[in-house]
């Protein structure tokens, strides 16, 4: 398997506001006045999270005071939000999903916070705990698991995902399971995790792309370290299934494996076992 260099992450735009206005009622008495207006302008995220032992689908929504507007740097425009400087922090809510019952858990409630002016997020649920950050050159938020269970997570504007596989596992040539792994689909590119050593609990990012296809669509995926992981393969749009071989870069440091994953059905009751 060839090394695939690594991949800048999308830029796209996306627009997320929504505004909601209060009603105002100029009949009898004539000197009634207007009740206030309020407005907030909303975003939606999706993505996964790979752990310890889990992995999964996370929503989170966010609801601010103030516009989502346009900044970015180094010439790139994105869509993303405003520092105020006042270090104001709004609600977070959502929730984890996980497939089929998948580790025999139920899905959880979400609830956290988000700092308008750092553009610091953080959030939990029963065993989990989340602290992140939205960079708003690559519309990402990303971030590390915390708690019970530790790894990484990632999420883009919900506009942005064409699909999510969030159950999956890796291990060595002729070895049982060694690690989870998930990513998910923004057009053609991945972006995406692994537990790659579980004694550890270590997370790891990687990012690549997914080309055209039917029935089969070509992966290619790479890590984000010098001592990284090469993976190739294969999605099967007509199963939902993807899967195939990694390669240690160096190849000396962790030898070479298999890998498979399955993409999130809503409402499937598939069997979970990889």
């Keep these: 398997m060839r090394f695939i260099r690594r991949l800048a992450s999308p830029i796209l735009p996306i627009l997320a506001a929504g505004i909601l206005a209060g009603c105002s009622d100029d009949s009898d008495p004539p000197t009634a006045t207007k009740s206030p207006t309020t407005t907030t302008y909303d975003a939606f995220f999706r993505g996964f999270f790979v752990a310890s032992g889990t992995v999964g689908q996370i929503q989170l929504a966010v609801s601010r005071p103030s516009p989502w507007t346009q900044a970015g740097h180094l010439g790139r425009r994105t869509l993303a939000p405003e520092a105020s400087g006042t270090g104001a922090t709004v609600p977070v809510s959502g929730e984890l999903i996980f497939w089929g019952g998948f580790y025999n858990q139920p899905d959880r409630q979400l609830t956290g916070t988000y700092d308008i002016s750092t553009d610091e997020i953080q959030f939990k649920s029963v065993d989990y705990e989340f602290q992140g950050h939205f960079d708003s050159n690559t519309t990402r938020l990303t971030g590390q698991v915390t708690g019970t ?40 590119h991945i972006v995406g995790g692994m537990v790659t050593r579980p004694s550890l609990q270590q997370g ?39 899967g195939g071989s990694w390669e240690s870069i160096p190849s000396d440091v962790n030898g070479s494996g298999w890998w498979r994953a399955n993409r999130y059905v809503p409402g499937s009751t598939a069997d979970p076992t990889p």
């Design 149 to 188: 269970h530790t790894g990484v997570f990632d999420c883009v504007l919900n506009g942005l995902v064409t699909g999510i596989y969030c159950r999956g596992t890796w291990g060595k040539t002729g070895a049982p399971v060694s690690g989870d792994i998930a990513f998910m689909t923004t057009a053609n």
């Design 204 to 242: 790891y990012l990687i990012t690549g792309t997914i080309d055209d296809g039917d029935p089969l669509r070509v992966i290619t995926i790479n890590g984000l370290s010098t001592d990284s992981l090469a993976l190739g393969g294969y999605a099967d749009t007509s199963a939902d299934t993807a």
